[in-house]
């Protein structure tokens, strides 16, 4: 089972670190990817990493401010949010892909964790 958490309200220009963890699995040979959802839009891709390598991918939107970690130790997914903006509000969820594959798209990913709630208020 996924778990998202460490959202919260921030001013802009501010940052928060969400993490995503994994019960009763590793994220060994998996993809972990972030998504969000704003009120009224669909799902959009924010990053992905691949646990093999730390291989990493950015949405355009994030790229220089956000960046997408992986504890092996811990087993656990990071996401550092730099320079938060207004438009960065949202639901953020993490998935994992057990293919290990780079993927931008939601339906690629098999597991779903449910979302933690991140505001930026201007």
């Known amino acids: 089972q996924l778990q998202a958490f460490g959202g919260g309200l921030v001013q802009a220009g501010g940052s928060l670190r969400l993490s995503c963890t994994a019960s009763g699995r590793t994220f060994n040979n998996y993809a972990v990817g972030w998504f969000r959802q704003a009120p009224g839009n669909e799902r959009e891709f924010v990053a992905t990493?691949?646990?093999?390598?730390?291989?990493?991918v950015y949405a355009d939107s994030v790229k220089g401010r956000f960046t997408i970690s992986g504890d092996n130790a811990k087993n656990t997914v990071y996401l550092q949010m730099n320079s938060l903006k207004p438009e960065d509000t949202a639901i953020y969820y993490c998935a994992v892909d057990t293919y290990g594959r780079i993927l931008s798209h939601a339906l690629g990913y098999d597991y779903w964790g449910r979302g933690t709630l991140v505001t930026v208020s201007s």
């Open positions: 990493i691949r646990w093999s390598g730390m291989n990493t």
